[in-house]
Each structure stands twice: as C-alpha cells, then as structure tokens.
C-alpha cells in the first residue's frame, strides 16, 4: 500500500496539501515577508571626476524584485544595478524601501533618463518611477548622488568588472 491507494485518502490529501504549500511558498515573493538582501560587488562604475561606485547586481528576477527593500542604508559610493536580459519598459516604486533613492537609466551605455530623490513608500498604492523608453540595465544609488557626483543626460556609463 502507498500513499496513492484509494484506501489512503487522507494520506493522499496531506501529501498534495504540503507539495502545493511548500510549491507556492517557494514561488510567491511577498515584499512583506522578505528581508534585506546584500549582494556581492561585481562590477564598478567610474564617473568621470574618477570617483568609482562599486555596483551590488541584481540579474535575477527575485533579486530584482526584492532590490534595496528594507536595507536601513547604503554604503557610500556604492549602489545596486538591476540588468535586464533584453531591454525593457519598467517602472520602478519604492515599497519597503527605507532610504530615498536616485535612479539611473541606461540603454547601449548612455544615460537616457533620471530620477533624483525619489522618496520611500511605506504603504501601498506607491508611485512609480522610469522612462517610457526602453533600458538596458538602471542604477540605484543613495539620493543626492546624481547631484553630487555631476551625472548628467547623455552621459556614457562603462562597467567594470571587480
């Protein structure tokens, strides 16, 4: 007898009920459950008054998802960029988001749209952030930096690996 004999409904029941709990439990993403993520350096962005930002990459789409939510901080001179596979049109919002955030757009290496400032979101509806051109890749760095380091429009933006 196994736990698919018609005699074993129960044991039947309880196997398809934990095989489909712990199936959406690893699919669903809920912004409210999860904690913070740090992830490693891979790639630096030198800025023409060589000041260098080391860039945190969000490649996946659960690390994009979750990006800087419920970080309390950033480390000065660095930021997290989030890479697309193909270019898209995205926006981006602040939910769960602790620290206000400049965000930088790119497609083909130039810069094509900014945002500066963008203020947190503790409860939802939040607004939301981007061009209504496709990108390439964006970068988040902590709000002030856009000013501070002169990024401007049009700007090209090489990376590095670290």
Same mark, same amino acid.
């Given at each position: 007898m196994g736990i698919f004999d018609n005699k074993n409904r129960?044991?039947?029941?309880?196997?398809?009920y934990f095989f489909t709990y712990f199936f959406i439990a690893q699919s669903v993403v809920s912004e409210t459950i &999860?904690? =913070?993520q740090y992830l490693k350096y891979e790639l630096s962005w030198c800025i023409k008054s060589m000041q260098c930002l080391a860039l945190e990459v969000a490649d996946t789409p659960l690390k994009r998802r979750i990006g800087l939510m419920k970080r309390p901080s950033l480390k000065q001179?660095?930021?997290m960029i989030f890479i697309f596979q193909k270019p898209v049109i995205k926006k981006f919002w602040m939910f769960n988001? &602790?620290? =206000?955030?400049?965000?930088?757009?790119?497609?083909n290496n130039k810069i094509i749209y900014l945002e500066e400032n963008v203020p947190i979101c503790t409860e939802k509806p939040c607004s939301v952030y981007g061009p209504e051109n496709y990108?390439?890749?964006?970068?988040e760095l902590n709000s002030g930096d856009i000013e501070r380091l002169n990024i401007k429009l049009r700007d090209q933006v090489e990376l590095l690996r670290i």
């Open positions: 129960l044991g039947r029941l309880l196997y398809f &999860l904690g =913070p001179g660095s930021g988001t &602790l620290i =206000p955030l400049d965000i930088i757009f790119v497609k990108f390439d890749y964006a970068i």
